[in-house]
Structures are given as C-alpha cells and as structure tokens.
C-alpha cells in the first residue's frame, strides 16, 4: 500500500487543516496509508515522532480549526543539503515516496527542490552505507504535489490560496468595527494590514469596507500623494463622512520604494487635516482562526485532487500544484507558478509597476 505524507509550512493560514483532513481521508479513502509530517520540514528532517501515521478520525473536526494542528516551522536545516539527505532517508525507512505540501512559494520551491534532487539524495545514502541497495528500490521514484497555502494571496497561477478569504473576512469585519468607533469621534484611523510583497488584501478590503485611500505594494502612489490622499479625505468629510479610514499593506512603499509608514499617514492625517487620527495594526488575528465556508470548500477539494494528482503522476510529470482558476481546480506547473510569482516581486524591485500589475492580472484605471 502506498503511503502518502502531508505537511503544512511557512505561514499557517486558515484551511490547512482542511487540507490535511482531505489529503488524510482521501489517501484512505483510494487504500492507501496516509502520514502526517509534524512541524514542517523539520519534521521530514527530524523524522521519530514527528512523522506519524493518521487515522480517518484523527482528523475528525480538523475543519472548523484555527492554524495549523500539524505545525509548521522555519526549518534551516532542509536548505542545506546535509538535511535533505536526512530527510530522504526518513522517507524510505517509512515507506513514504509521495508528499503533498501546503505552504507558501517558498515552502514550495523547496519541495520542488528536493524532488529534482531524487533519486541522487537515495542513491547518495547508499553510497555512504546508511541505506541499502534493496531499500532504496521500491522508492526510485518521489511525487509531490503542492497546495498553495498563504492568507496573502500572492501565488500566481491562481485565484485564490488556501486561507485568503478567511483573512479577507477578519480584516472587514475589525475595519466595520473600526469604523463604528471612529464615525463616533469623527476620528481617522489608519489600518495596516498584512501583506509584505502583495496588496490582494489591502485592495480588497478597502473596496469591501468603502475605505478612502489604499497603499499597495504593486501600485504606489504617485510622488505628490500626500496631497492627493488629504484632498480625497477632505471631499469626503465636505460630503458629510464622519471617519476617515485609510487602509495599507505592511509592504506599502513610495515609487522610489521607500517604505511608508502607518504612521507616517496618520501624522500627514493629523498635522494637514486636523483629524484626530489613530493607527491599527490588526497584525496576526488576521491570520488565526477559524476557516471561513470558502477555505473549507477550497481547502477540501483541493486535498481530494492533491490525491489523485500523487496517484496519477508519472516519474515525467512536472511537479504540480493545485490551483483554481474560473471556479475550476486545476492543477498547474508548480514552478511555472513560482516564476511567475517571482516575477512580480522582480517587477516590483525594478520599479516597473505596470508590469507588476499586469502580472497580478489588475487593471487600474485612475
Ligand atoms: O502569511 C504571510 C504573512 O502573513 C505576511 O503577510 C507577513 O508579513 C508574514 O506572514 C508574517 O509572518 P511571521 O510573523 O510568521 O513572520
């Protein structure tokens, strides 16, 4: 019977437990044995304890939990080679040749890594005596399958990552509340928001919550918005607006990427428009909690072609990860994914914010 490992890495973001709990049931469900890798990589590379068999009930309930209950980690040790041989090894003395992964692009590159570097790193283990010939041959052969797993949205090639909505869901309704407190005082409020290199959920929640001005990554404002931003406020308030909000990314910048600050645009607030001004950090109750209905759909059905992605793949296909795209999983060429993420960080490095939109699939129109 074949065993299959899951794991969770990088950030958690609500919904990996759902994809755990697909990935566990369906392996089980198409007679195979499923193992869950505890604390992330550290975990393939620590192996004991931490890579455990699972049970169909030992995921029972898993869906409407916060975070991870796997764990997830930083793990040094598997970006060095030394530790992905321990890694593999850990592999073949528990049978497991096939990973599903739900992590960030980071999370996934490595994954990637590891399988290019299969059979060397098993082949390897041999030469240095610690595994034998025999061992290493039903396991010639590693297939992984990522699950994009980030409250940021900011994996191209899809349009949702595992936990985004949840997320979206917690920051509108704390900017709602926000809201109500600041109309009381006719305060201004600057919330910051998650999101270092992609401002999905800066944009999204200012057109959600009707914010007056937000700062995004891909798309800074143009070098006189100070004013543009104070004037904007201004006509809102002559309309009768009794709050200011103004919503930013932690990895907002100016078009010379000089970071910008929250605040910076509450003392702007404040000194220029005489707002008694305050700022929110809404920091990590963004990113715990429970999955909203979206992240358990997504999350679930994700898993269940994870799965069939693992049992279906030849030593030839590229590693894949799963997306949606249209309403429609699909599943996708996990670095053409990757490369297209990273161009977008590229993009934006080198300044050329149109490109970095397009690459994000945004129109803007002033
Ligand atoms: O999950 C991604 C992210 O939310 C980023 O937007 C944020 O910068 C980062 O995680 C913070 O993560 P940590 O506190 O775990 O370093």
Same mark, same amino acid.
């Given at each position: 019977?074949? !065993?299959?490992?899951?794991?969770?890495?990088?950030?958690?973001?609500?919904?990996?437990?759902?994809?755990?709990?697909?990935?566990?049931?369906?392996?089980?469900?198409?007679?195979?044995?499923?193992?869950?890798?505890?604390?992330?990589?550290?975990?393939?590379?620590?192996?004991?304890?931490?890579?455990?068999?699972?049970?169909?009930?030992?995921?029972?309930?898993?869906?409407?939990?916060?975070?991870?209950?796997?764990? @997830?980690?930083?793990?040094?040790?598997?970006?060095?080679?030394?530790?992905?041989?321990?890694?593999?090894?850990?592999?073949?003395?528990?049978?497991?040749?096939?990973?599903?992964?739900?992590?960030?692009?980071?999370?996934? @590159?490595?994954?990637?890594?590891?399988?290019?570097?299969?059979?060397?790193?098993?082949?390897?283990?041999?030469? @240095?005596?610690?595994?034998?010939?025999?061992?290493?041959?039903?396991?010639?052969?590693?297939?992984?399958?990522?699950?994009?797993?980030?409250?940021?949205?900011?994996?191209?090639?899809?349009?949702?990552?595992? +936990?985004?909505?949840?997320?979206?869901?917690?920051?509108?309704?704390?900017?709602?509340?926000?809201?109500?407190?600041?109309?009381? *005082?006719?305060?201004?409020?600057?919330?910051?928001?998650?999101?270092?290199?992609? +401002?999905?959920?800066?944009?999204?929640?200012?057109?959600? /919550?009707?914010?007056?001005?937000?700062?995004?990554?891909?798309?800074?404002?143009?070098?006189?918005?100070?004013?543009?931003?104070?004037?904007?406020?201004?006509?809102?308030?002559?309309?009768?607006?009794? !709050?200011?909000? $103004?919503?930013?990314?932690?990895?907002? *910048?100016?078009?010379?990427?000089?970071?910008?600050?929250?605040?910076?645009?509450?003392?702007?607030?404040?000194?220029?428009?005489?707002?008694?001004?305050?700022?929110?950090?809404?920091?990590? /109750?963004?990113?715990? +909690?429970?999955?909203?209905?979206?992240?358990?759909?997504?999350?679930?059905?994700?898993?269940?072609?994870? $799965?069939?992605?693992?049992?279906?793949?030849?030593?030839?296909?590229?590693?894949?990860?799963?997306?949606?795209?249209?309403?429609?999983?699909? !599943?996708?060429?996990?670095?053409?994914?990757?490369?297209?993420?990273?161009?977008?960080?590229?993009?934006?490095?080198?300044?050329?914010?149109?490109?970095?939109?397009?690459?994000?699939?945004?129109?803007?129109?002033?």
């Amino acid at each position: 019977r074949r !065993r299959i490992g899951v794991m969770t890495s990088g950030g958690d973001s609500p919904g990996m437990n759902g994809a755990v709990r697909a990935v566990v049931r369906m392996s089980i469900h198409m007679g195979c044995e499923a193992y869950a890798i505890f604390e992330g990589y550290e975990g393939l590379v620590n192996g004991g304890d931490l890579i455990k068999e699972m049970k169909w009930e030992d995921v029972r309930g898993w869906q409407s939990r916060g975070g991870t209950l796997i764990g @997830t980690a930083r793990c040094m040790p598997f970006m060095e080679r030394w530790g992905r041989l321990k890694a593999a090894k850990n592999m073949v003395l528990r049978g497991i040749d096939a990973l599903v992964i739900c992590g960030g692009d980071g999370s996934l @590159t490595g994954a990637d890594k590891f399988r290019a570097e299969w059979p060397g790193l098993i082949n390897e283990l041999v030469e @240095t005596g610690e595994l034998t010939q025999e061992q290493i041959e039903p396991y010639k052969h590693l297939n992984i399958v990522g699950l994009v797993g980030s409250i940021d949205n900011d994996m191209s090639g899809t349009d949702a990552t595992i +936990g985004c909505y949840s997320s979206l869901d917690r920051i509108c309704s704390a900017v709602d509340d926000v809201f109500d407190t600041a109309a009381s *005082h006719q305060r201004g409020f600057v919330v910051e928001v998650m999101g270092r290199h992609c +401002g999905w959920l800066a944009l999204m929640a200012s057109i959600a /919550t009707g914010a007056d001005f937000v700062f995004i990554p891909e798309k800074p404002p143009r070098a006189e918005w100070e004013d543009q931003m104070c004037d904007i406020i201004k006509k809102h308030r002559s309309r009768g607006k009794r !709050r200011s909000i $103004v919503i930013i990314a932690e990895g907002a *910048h100016d078009e010379n990427l000089k970071k910008i600050t929250a605040n910076h645009v509450k003392d702007l607030l404040t000194n220029k428009l005489n707002l008694d001004t305050r700022v929110t950090v809404l920091g990590h /109750t963004q990113r715990g +909690g429970q999955a909203c209905f979206y992240d358990r759909w997504l999350s679930t059905i994700q898993g269940v072609e994870a $799965v069939n992605a693992i049992l279906e793949a030849t030593p030839e296909t590229p590693t894949p990860v799963i997306t949606i795209r249209e309403n429609k999983i699909e !599943r996708s060429d996990l670095m053409e994914a990757v490369a297209m993420t990273k161009a977008v960080n590229a993009a934006i490095a080198a300044k050329d914010f149109d490109k970095a939109m397009q690459l994000r699939d945004v129109e803007f129109k002033e």
